[in-house]
C-alpha cells in the first residue's frame, strides 16, 4: 500500500484533531506514514502560509502531491502552488451546505454514494458537507476535474488532478466539522486511489447467516450501501430462504450454516439467529476467518460476551 508524508499546520486545535482522526483512518485503511523521507503521496493540511523549504520540496518531489483544506488558498501566497495545479483561483465562498458531485473527468470508481433528489433542482447523486468552496476562474487544459460543488450557477471544481504537475488539489476540509465528515472523506481515499492507479477495491462480501424478522432489512442494506455486496443467505427454513431469494435471486442460498461458513466468497457474516444462539455463531464464524455482525442483543451471559470480544 501507498505511503503518507503529512504535513499540518492549522491555527485551530480543533481541525488539527480532526486532520490527526483521519490520519489515523488513512492508516488503518491500510496508508502508513512513510519512514524517513521516502513517500508515495505527501499530503498538505494547511491555512497559513508555508515556509520556502517546504515549497521548493513540493516542487521538485517524484510523490504525488496533495493539497488539502485551505492549503492552496493560504499556504501560499505568492501562487506558486496555483501555478503547478493549473488553477487561476477566485474567491472562497462562506461556509454553507454544499453538494458534491462527480466532476466531468471523474472515473467510474469515483462516485457519491450518498442519495439524489429526484426534483429538477438537485437531480444526481452527491454527498452534502458544509464546508466552503474555494473557486476558480480558470483551470488548464490538461486539468481534470474530479468532484464539484455547484456555486450558482456555475459547478465549480473541488478536486483537481494535474498528471504532468503530480497535483492533487483537494479543495474540502476547511474547517472540522468538514474534515470529519466520512462520506466525503470516503471520496478522498478514492480520488488518491484513482491518481496512484490503484486497482479499485473489492466490495466486502456479506452472508446472512439467519432470515428472520429483519432479515428483508438486513438484505437491502447490504445491497444498498456501497462497498457491500450481499453474496450469500442461510437459513434452515426453505420458505424463509425462497423469501430470501425472491428479494436478491443472484445470491447463494444454504440450509446449512456451516455451508455459509464454509463459503470462501464471504468475507462477513451477519449473525441474525434466535438471541440465545449469537455468541455461539459468533464464535464459529470467527474460528471460519470471516468478519461478524452480531444483532443485539451480542450475547446472554457474560462470559459468552468475553469469548467472543
Not at 24 to 51: H, I, Q
Not at 254 to 270: R, S
Not at 272 to 288: G, V
Not at 289 to 299: C, L, Q, R, T, Y
Request: include cysteine; proline fraction near 6%; aromatic fraction near 4%.
Amino acid at each position: 500500500m501507498p505511503s503518507l508524508t503529512w504535513i499540518v499546520d492549522l491555527a485551530d486545535p480543533a481541525h488539527a484533531c480532526a486532520v490527526d482522526r483521519l490520519r489515523r483512518s488513512f492508516a488503518d485503511a491500510g496508508y502508513a506514514d512513510a519512514v524517513g523521507s521516502t513517500a508515495d503521496v505527501l499530503l498538505v493540511w494547511v491555512d497559513r502560509p508555508l515556509a520556502d523549504s517546504v515549497l521548493d520540496r513540493l516542487a521538485s518531489t517524484t510523490a504525488v502531491v496533495v493539497l488539502a483544506g485551505s492549503t492552496l488558498e493560504l499556504g501560499d501566497p505568492d501562487g506558486r502552488l496555483a501555478d503547478r495545479a493549473g488553477l487561476l483561483l477566485g474567491s472562497p465562498t462562506p461556509s454553507h451546505d454544499i453538494r458534491v458531485r462527480a466532476g466531468t473527468d471523474a472515473p467510474a470508481v469515483l462516485q457519491p454514494a450518498g442519495h439524489a433528489h429526484h426534483d429538477a433542482t438537485h437531480l444526481g447523486e452527491h454527498v452534502h458537507v458544509v464546508d466552503r468552496v474555494l473557486t476558480v476562474d480558470k483551470q488548464l487544459a490538461d486539468v481534470r476535474v474530479l468532484l464539484t460543488a455547484q456555486v450558482g450557477l456555475v459547478a465549480q471544481p473541488v478536486a483537481t488532478w494535474r498528471p504532468s504537475t503530480n497535483l492533487l488539489v483537494w479543495a474540502l476540509g476547511t474547517t472540522a466539522v468538514a474534515t470529519d465528515a466520512r462520506p466525503v472523506n470516503r471520496l478522498l481515499v478514492q480520488c488518491l486511489g484513482h491518481v496512484l492507479g490503484e486497482p479499485a477495491r473489492r466490495p466486502v462480501r456479506v452472508g446472512l447467516l439467519g432470515y428472520g424478522a429483519i432479515g428483508h432489512e438486513h438484505s437491502r442494506a447490504a445491497r444498498a450501501v456501497a462497498g457491500l455486496e450481499l453474496a450469500a443467505v442461510c437459513d434452515t427454513y426453505q420458505e424463509r430462504l425462497t423469501a430470501a431469494q425472491d428479494a436478491a435471486p443472484e445470491v447463494r442460498g444454504y440450509l446449512d450454516p456451516e455451508d455459509l461458513l464454509a463459503d470462501e466468497g464471504i468475507d462477513l457474516v451477519v449473525i441474525s439467529t434466535p438471541p440465545s444462539t449469537h455468541a455461539e455463531w459468533a464464535l464459529r464464524a470467527i474460528e471460519a476467518g470471516k468478519h461478524v455482525v452480531v444483532e443485539k442483543p451480542f450475547a446472554l451471559r457474560t462470559e459468552e460476551a468475553d469469548a467472543v470480544l
